[in-house]
């Protein structure tokens, strides 16, 4: 990632730069969003150039009971999408859930480098359903990684703490760090957007990428929702492509990236004025 520059004799970085997917891929610049179905997106990415997959998708998973979703036409509840929209506070159903993100991992395995990564949150909910859908992928199973959130959510009894990403590997995965366990305590942040409800910390993304993706590699995410798992790849010197198919979550993710950008390259703006 060509974000070091030279002022008077000091390496100093300069904010990364926003352009195309095709400019990211070319190395012309060091991030992207864009908005589509993530199945079309993954598509149109070129075989064995991505480093890392990594994604927070819909979890469907507790919002709605499964019966009320099995009464409702189609995979969506028709009363909950006029009122909050698509994908939002799991409208879609456990089967077809199972059914999207096995290809989405389809078009991962194409895009990843033999020595590729793929990760995907969840709860514990879901990962029975999810495990065995995402392997038949070609991915191989690696590794369950636990983001503690350091205080219980609502409800009674053993209150959920925890989400947890599905590690999966390709080929001949190579790593990047070995200073980093499978366990994570980073408290949750509260959204800051009303477009997008569960943003994940980018502090949390970052130990997760360090270990996945070299510097000046490539990380991409098919659901880009509030931005973090981008604003993570650029602390950690790596490219970043992120694709959503809302507009709205598309340029809240960009505002995040932009600002992300201008603060690594704060340092070395002060260093020119002094």
Same mark, same amino acid.
């Given at each position: 990632?060509?974000?070091?520059?030279?002022?008077?004799?000091?390496?100093?970085?300069?904010?990364?730069?926003?352009?195309?997917?095709?400019?990211?891929? +070319?190395? &012309?610049?060091?991030?992207?969003?864009?908005?589509?179905?993530?199945?079309?997106? !993954?598509?149109?990415? @070129?075989?064995?150039?991505?480093?890392?997959?990594?994604? /927070?998708?819909?979890?469907?998973?507790?919002?709605?009971?499964?019966? +009320?979703?099995?009464?409702?036409?189609?995979?969506?509840?028709?009363?909950?999408?006029? &009122? !909050?929209?698509?994908?939002?506070?799991?409208?879609?159903?456990?089967?077809?859930?199972?059914?999207?993100?096995?290809? =989405?991992?389809?078009?991962?395995?194409?895009?990843?480098?033999?020595?590729?990564?793929?990760?995907?949150?969840? %709860?514990?909910?879901?990962? /029975?359903?999810?495990?065995?859908?995402?392997?038949?992928?070609?991915?191989?199973?690696?590794?369950?990684?636990?983001?503690?959130?350091?205080?219980?959510?609502?409800?009674?009894?053993?209150?959920?703490?925890?989400?947890?990403? !599905?590690?999966? =590997?390709? &080929?001949?995965?190579?790593?990047?760090?070995? %200073?980093?366990?499978?366990?994570?305590?980073?408290?949750?942040? @509260?959204?800051?957007?009303?477009?997008?409800?569960?943003?994940?910390?980018?502090?949390?993304? #970052?130990?997760? !990428?360090?270990?996945?993706?070299? @510097?000046?590699?490539? =990380?991409? %995410?098919?659901?880009?929702?509030?931005?973090?798992?981008? =604003?993570?790849?650029?602390?950690?010197?790596?490219?970043?492509?992120?694709? %959503?198919?809302?507009?709205?979550?598309?340029?809240?993710?960009?505002?995040?990236?932009? #600002?992300? #950008?201008?603060?690594?390259?704060?340092?070395?703006? &002060?260093?020119?004025?002094?």
């Amino acid at each position: 990632m060509n974000c070091i520059e030279e002022v008077n004799g000091t390496a100093s970085r300069i904010a990364p730069r926003e352009g195309s997917i095709a400019d990211v891929i +070319a190395g &012309r610049a060091e991030w992207a969003i864009t908005s589509g179905d993530a199945v079309d997106f !993954l598509e149109l990415l @070129p075989p064995g150039c991505v480093d890392a997959v990594w994604c /927070d998708p819909p979890y469907c998973s507790g919002g709605f009971l499964e019966t +009320a979703k099995r009464r409702a036409r189609g995979m969506l509840q028709a009363a909950t999408i006029k &009122r !909050l929209g698509w994908f939002v506070n799991d409208n879609m159903g456990t089967t077809g859930l199972v059914w999207f993100l096995r290809a =989405v991992a389809m078009r991962a395995a194409r895009a990843l480098r033999p020595s590729g990564h793929f990760g995907c949150f969840t %709860d514990h909910r879901m990962i /029975d359903a999810l495990k065995p859908a995402l392997e038949s992928s070609g991915l191989r199973y690696a590794n369950l990684l636990i983001w503690d959130k350091l205080t219980p959510g609502l409800g009674k009894g053993f209150r959920a703490q925890h989400e947890v990403v !599905l590690h999966f =590997v390709n &080929r001949s995965p190579e790593y990047h760090a070995s %200073d980093e366990g499978n366990i994570h305590g980073v408290r949750r942040v @509260p959204p800051k957007k009303k477009n997008h409800q569960t943003p994940k910390p980018p502090e949390l993304i #970052a130990r997760h !990428l360090r270990v996945v993706a070299p @510097p000046g590699g490539l =990380v991409v %995410d098919p659901f880009v929702g509030g931005g973090g798992i981008g =604003v993570a790849a650029l602390r950690v010197g790596a490219r970043f492509i992120g694709c %959503d198919v809302d507009l709205g979550i598309c340029e809240d993710a960009r505002g995040a990236l932009r #600002a992300e #950008a201008a603060a690594l390259a704060a340092p070395a703006r &002060r260093e020119r004025s002094t």
